[in-house]
């Protein structure tokens, strides 16, 4: 059994920073790529971030210069350092994983989410 576990969410006022991370754990034999994906009210899931097993990163034009993806591939962990935050950043994150697990089974794995809000 795989699950994925964020946390770091929380409230914070414009221009303020926050760091999310995500643990997976179980019967996993590699993980490939992770990242992290938001979703606000009313509006469909979009991805924010992701990064390879290699360390090779992607993201959206909006986080860019502000958000830095990272990962400890020990650790099964992928962290997102969010900085200059902003009140459109307001989202529930959600933390994915693309995992071969311990059946040999290969698939996209979903965090619970955790809530940011940006406000003042």
């Known amino acids: 059994q795989v699950q994925l576990v964020e946390s770091g969410g929380g409230l914070v006022q414009p221009g303020g920073s926050l760091r999310l991370s995500c643990a997976a754990s179980?019967?996993?034999?590699?993980?490939?790529?992770m990242g992290w994906y938001r979703q606000a009210p009313g509006k469909q899931r979009e991805l924010v971030a992701s990064?390879?097993?290699?360390?090779?990163?992607n993201y959206a034009d909006s986080v860019k210069g502000r958000f830095t993806i990272s990962r400890d591939n020990p650790k099964n962990t992928v962290y997102l350092q969010m900085n200059s935050l902003k009140p459109e950043d307001t989202a529930v994150y959600y933390c994915?994983?693309?995992?071969?697990?311990?059946?040999?089974?290969?698939?996209?794995?979903w965090g619970q989410g955790t809530q940011v809000t940006v406000s003042s």
């Open positions: 990064i390879t097993v290699g360390g090779s990163t």
């Open positions: 994915n994983a693309d995992i071969k697990t311990g059946a040999f089974i290969r698939r996209d794995y």
């Open positions: 179980g019967s996993i034999i590699s993980i490939y790529t």
